[in-house]
């Protein structure tokens, strides 16, 4: 598709735009130049925040310039949560975490060539709101930008006035809108942006900052400046996404590992398939609906889940990483070497199972109800006497069977199963 408009439509990402016909045309002259901002509010962005990297990249690829804003001043404050106040972190911290969303963002981007004598026009920027407030007088924000803004409004604003009803809020989360409203006027003042993007719930930020470009650029030398928000993404059983039992999947491989990353996207709800191909993959329109049809047709095979799984972890940890986690999920359930995977991916595949730490090696009956992957002992012996036990994918044939530091996996872990999906890890801890 070349109408990015459409294309966004046709993804399920359209939630909202101040002027579509006069968006469609900016797009139509273009290159239009768009922002999202990320804060700081951690120390590596989340797959929550794929939605907008992804869709900045998705403007880029069709002709245009993305900014990709992190927040190094606002992510000292925090935008307004609708249930409390947030916790202020340490500048030292903030400026910390800036600097780890700056270089993640850099993997999804193009910002060109630094060396080269001048820009080509789809050239990303990352820039830092920092840069424009570090210097500024509480009296200058007062009345350069304060004055405005009509309290009347701010007090209508959906988050606020949940946060009035509850326990209140501070004066500081409250005057977030005004800071995230001063990004969006600075950046069509510097790098002419007429074209800010976030989530469905941002359309108040987002819109106060049109409101602050028009009475403060009135004659708009840019052109008119527009908004447009994305569907917040949820899961067909209610819970949120992004979040798993062990908690929030992160990009950082040393928050979320490659695999465990992996295996978020493998274990995709059937239901929850084409919403997630529409959002995040850049396939094409008929490769994303003969997924949508393979899965409804054979779920069993999990083609959308396998095609997310793989893309998406390319995208995010390299085509190295995500050949090393496909041999490690096939290897778990014996479809490959367990010998050859290296340490670390092991480590990361096993620790996302059922696992049991023991001091010395024993009986493998024993070692099965450790890991909990039987209700007790007999129950383990029934399931050898059954054929349905396996130590490191050899079956198990023997109830007296004795597991060996031969059997160790790198000198430290064995892999147990019962039957052809129930795994379980046994690491050997040594004085």
Not at 34 to 60: E, I, K, M, W
Not at 114 to 135: F, I, Q, Y
Request: glycine share 10%.
């Amino acid at each position: 598709m070349t109408d990015i408009v459409e294309e966004l439509r046709w993804r399920g990402l359209l939630a909202q735009t101040t002027d579509e016909d006069a968006l469609r045309r900016a797009f139509e002259s273009g290159p239009v130049t768009v922002y999202c901002g990320f804060d700081p509010t951690a120390g590596s962005l989340h797959v929550g925040h794929l939605t907008q990297v992804l869709t900045l990249r998705r403007f880029q690829l069709a002709g245009n310039r993305p900014i990709a804003l992190v927040g190094g001043a606002t992510g000292l404050i925090g935008d307004p949560k609708p249930t409390g106040e947030r916790r202020m972190n340490e500048q030292a911290i903030v400026e910390s975490w800036t600097e780890a969303l700056r270089r993640q963002l850099s993997a999804f981007l193009d910002f060109g060539d630094p060396a080269a004598a001048s820009p080509a026009p789809t050239d990303g920027l990352l820039v830092n709101n920092a840069e424009w407030t570090s210097g500024l007088s509480v009296l200058e924000f007062l009345r350069d930008v304060g004055k405005h803004f009509s309290v009347n409004q701010m007090l209508a604003r959906d988050t606020v006035r949940s946060r009035l009803e509850g326990g209140g809020i501070s004066y500081t989360e409250f005057s977030y809108v005004l800071l995230q409203s001063m990004d969006y006027l600075e950046l069509y003042r510097r790098h002419g942006c007429t074209l800010q993007i976030g989530g469905s719930d941002q359309w108040g930020n987002i819109t106060a900052g049109l409101d602050l470009i028009r009475r403060i650029a009135g004659n708009e030398p840019h052109g008119q400046a527009h908004a447009l928000t994305t569907n917040l993404l949820t899961k067909a059983d209610g819970t949120k996404f992004g979040k798993t039992e062990s908690g929030t999947v992160w990009l950082d491989p040393e928050l979320t590992t490659p695999y465990a990353f992996y295996q978020f996207w493998l274990n995709t709800d059937d239901k929850d398939v084409p919403r997630y191909l529409r959002t995040f993959s850049f396939r094409g329109r008929e490769e994303i609906e003969e997924l949508e049809r393979e899965t409804s047709e054979r779920p069993a095979a999990r083609a959308g889940q396998r095609a997310l799984a793989e893309e998406l972890t390319t995208l995010v940890h390299g085509a190295e990483q995500t050949a090393k986690v496909i041999a490690a999920s096939k290897a778990l359930f014996g479809q490959g070497d367990l010998t050859e995977l290296d340490e670390p991916t092991l480590r990361a595949a096993l620790a996302e199972l059922p696992y049991a730490r023991v001091t010395e090696l024993g009986p493998v009956v024993d070692l099965l109800a450790a890991a909990e992957l039987v209700s007790s002992k007999s129950a383990a012996r029934r399931t050898v006497r059954e054929g349905g036990a396996y130590l490191n994918n050899a079956k198990v044939t023997s109830e007296e069977q004795q597991a060996t530091e031969s059997d160790l996996l790198h000198g430290r872990w064995l892999l147990l199963r019962r039957g052809k999906r129930n795994l379980g890890a046994v690491e050997l801890v040594r004085d």
